[in-house]
């Protein structure tokens, strides 16, 4: 539905760019042409681990330096941008201005990425990173999974937007950085029942069962910003636990931590 009705909607009413407002051509979606050409990619030399831009000559066996010492539970981590303007100007006004409708903009960028890098075939099932209730009640929505779900929209692949809880309120982690980070979201989401949801339809997974719903299978975590990734490991972790066979981590930004 969404498809056939998008070409009536963009006649009624001409796209914008998201950057700069500028009114879009038919043929174009989310930005203009200038402000295309101003996106911080990350880039195809990028760690095959964490994700982090690396420089040509830069060696990622094992992983580059911003991550070769660290223990990661999930796989690999990718994300399309370096949390620069004007990616990260959009980032702060989709959750911080509880711009929701940027969602869009920014899942389509962020799917284009997967489907290039074949990732949107290597998953069974997509998992946001949650909010505490708290701040989902405060910011209206959880920017994570409005991108999961844009995910799980365009690739057909189930979204389970309850399967990890924030069990505790944490600090925000822009508070801290490096091992502090870690402990910060130390023991901060547990694993539960999860509510499907896939083309507008809501299932309720049936946790009487006995059934885990990442049981042997491939989970992608999604959220809008990977910095140190303590916040997605320790969703990885919870899902390793939980019996999935593999997780693999995309965000829409990540920041560059090393020039190495």
Known sequence: M???????WRLVYPEACVVCARRLEPDRRHLCPACTE????????????????????????????????????FERAVAPFRYEKPIRDLILQFKLGKRGSLAYALGDLLCDFLAQGGLSQAVDVVVPVPLHWLRRVSRGFNQAELLALEIGWRFGVPVASGLLRRR??????TAFS??????????????????FSHDGINRLFNWAQGSVPVLGKRVLVVDDVFTTGST?????????????????????????RYTA
Do not use: I
Not at 2 to 8: Q, Y
Not at 178 to 195: E, H, P, Y
């Open 2 to 8: 969404k498809k056939l009705l998008e070409p009536l």
């Open 38 to 73: 101003s996106l911080p990619w990350v880039g195809e030399q990028a760690c095959p681990r964490c994700g982090d831009a690396a420089g040509p000559y830069a060696n990622t066996t094992g992983g580059c330096v911003a991550c070769r010492n660290r223990r990661f539970f």
């Open 168 to 173: 505790r309120a944490t600090f925000t982690q």
């Open 178 to 195: 490096g091992l502090r980070r870690g402990m910060n979201v130390r023991g901060a989401f547990n694993v539960r029942f999860a509510r």
């Open 232 to 256: 997605v490991n320790e969703c990885a972790r919870m899902l390793k636990e939980a019996g999935a066979a593999e997780v693999l981590v995309a965000t829409v930004a990540r920041t560059h």
